[in-house]
């Protein structure tokens, strides 16, 4: 029997977050089990890749299915719990969740954001610290609370912003951190753990 812990992954788009996890997962540097993915979107590359690398539960989940977001949210978590997974990942899943959702699963999900928070939440970051006219900007993973973006800082990485750069040409800057950052922190969780005091995570030696 698989003793890691199980962690889902939720994604809407490209799945390179997903993909880097998962490779991170088969190199063995990364203690997880990615037991299932769920996309709310029916051609998101994500769910090739998931299908690609043999992950034992891949489900695209139709909102269209569902009266509103409370209901394809529940069916969301009863898929999720039904799988025994502790964890949940959001890999560029780009649907807000309910708050019921968020609080079924306390301190159990995290996400990655391509900003340094709190600047530039929203489904925006990139354009937005741009039209702002930052020097640096990156990526953030974080808990997920019941506020947009807003929940605890698990860990961070900075990028320079350049003269010129456009939204593609900064996105592709923070994404190679993005995909350091993101396996680094996930195993950090299951080897090291951490506690909150605050706002603040701790990490635990
Ligand atoms: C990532 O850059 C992630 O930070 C962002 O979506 C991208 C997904 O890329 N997430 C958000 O903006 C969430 N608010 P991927 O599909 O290639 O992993």
């Not at 997903?18 to 991170?24: A, C, D, G, T």
């Not at 299915?65 to 890999?91: N, S, T």
């Not at 973006?149 to 939204?167: C, E, K």
Request: glycine content about 6%; some cysteine; charged content about 20%.
């Amino acid at each position: 029997m698989n003793s890691k812990k199980a962690i889902a992954v939720m994604a809407s788009g490209r799945g390179s977050n997903l993909k880097v996890i998962l490779e991170s997962v088969a190199a063995g540097a990364c203690p997880v089990d990615v037991r299932l993915v769920i996309s709310d979107k029916a051609d998101a590359e994500a769910l090739q890749i998931a299908r690609a690398a043999g992950v034992a539960h891949v489900v695209w989940m139709n909102p269209k299915d569902y009266q509103d977001r409370a209901q394809f949210d529940a069916a969301c978590a009863d898929l999720i719990d039904h799988h025994g997974c502790q964890w949940i990942v959001l890999a560029g899943y780009m649907r807000i969740l309910s708050s019921f959702f968020v609080r079924r699963f306390p301190q159990r999900i995290i996400n990655i954001h391509p900003s340094i928070l709190p600047s530039f939440a929203g489904a925006r970051a990139v354009e937005d610290a741009l039209s702002y006219g930052v020097k640096v900007s990156g990526c953030t993973v974080h808990l997920v609370d019941e506020v947009l973006d807003g929940g605890s800082i698990l860990a961070q990485a900075i990028v320079p912003v350049l003269d010129h750069d456009t939204r593609e040409s900064l996105h592709v800057r923070i994404q190679k951190e993005e995909h350091q950052l993101y396996p680094k922190t996930l195993t950090r969780m299951v080897e090291q753990g951490f506690k909150i005091d605050g706002r603040s995570v701790i990490w635990l030696s």
